[in-house]
């Protein structure tokens, strides 16, 4: 079956313990992306990847790593998790991004909510 | 980015037809119509696009005003499973060719039994 994957799916943890949230896909897709669904600020992207060799910042990146070492994973990295990391965390990805003249949809995970305490 | 304006909530009957009304008064020419909806507890779905034509899929229909400042998603006949918040965007793509989706607040469309 054809889906994104993300680990863990629920996570409570205290603040400055490093965590490592996991976001997998099976339909060989060029691009991946992290966003944060907060309520009233609805979904905001944290970083993305256009392929292996190309990674940047989105809106919100403060606080946040991500990695690219081969095309079927993109892990979200938080350093020192603070309780404004607190939050729903969406992966997406695309079979790949930027043609003015078609679209390719984007295929989200499930979610990761992360409580930091 | 251009922005889109969709009422808070809607209420359907189930079976029925619902119209889920989405304004765009500062589209620019090249940009292309989404909208996705996100069932409760997952991740947002894909369910249409389209540019100047209406569109039609398995999941839904898109009809896309003349002057397209406004767009309609059409569901058919609603079924229970159809109930989540639904997401009109419009495509603009960034740096290096980024294709982030700016996700509003979106209609929370409920269906009644």
């Known amino acids: 079956e054809a889906q994104v994957t993300q680990n863990p799916r629920y996570l409570i943890t205290v603040t400055g313990k490093k965590l490592t949230v996991t976001c997998s896909q099976n339909m060989n897709h060029e691009y991946m992306s992290w966003y944060r669904q907060d309520p009233g600020l609805g979904l905001r992207q944290i970083y993305y990847s256009m392929n292996v060799e190309v990674t940047d910042k989105g809106d919100v990146p403060e606080g946040y790593k991500v990695s690219r070492k081969e095309k079927r994973n993109f892990p979200l990295i938080l350093e020192s998790p603070s309780p404004n990391q607190t939050s729903l965390y969406f992966c997406?990805?695309?079979?790949?991004?930027?043609?003015?003249?078609?679209?390719?949809?984007?295929?989200f995970g499930p979610g990761t909510r992360l409580t930091v305490l | 980015d251009a922005k889109t304006t969709q009422p808070n909530s809607m209420e359907s009957n189930e079976e029925e037809p619902v119209h889920l009304p989405c304004n765009h008064s500062t589209i620019s020419g090249t940009d292309y119509i989404h909208w996705y909806r996100q069932l409760p507890s997952q991740g947002p779905e894909y369910v249409i696009h389209g540019l100047t034509s209406n569109v039609n899929n398995r999941m839904a229909s898109l009809a896309i005003a003349e002057d397209r400042k406004s767009s309609t998603l059409i569901l058919h006949r609603a079924t229970l499973r159809d109930a989540a918040v639904y997401y009109c965007i419009l495509r603009a793509i960034h740096r290096f060719g980024n294709e982030k989706l700016t996700f509003g607040t979106g209609t929370r469309l409920t269906i009644i039994p």
């Open positions: 997406a990805s695309s079979l790949q991004a930027g043609g003015f003249s078609s679209y390719n949809e984007q295929f």
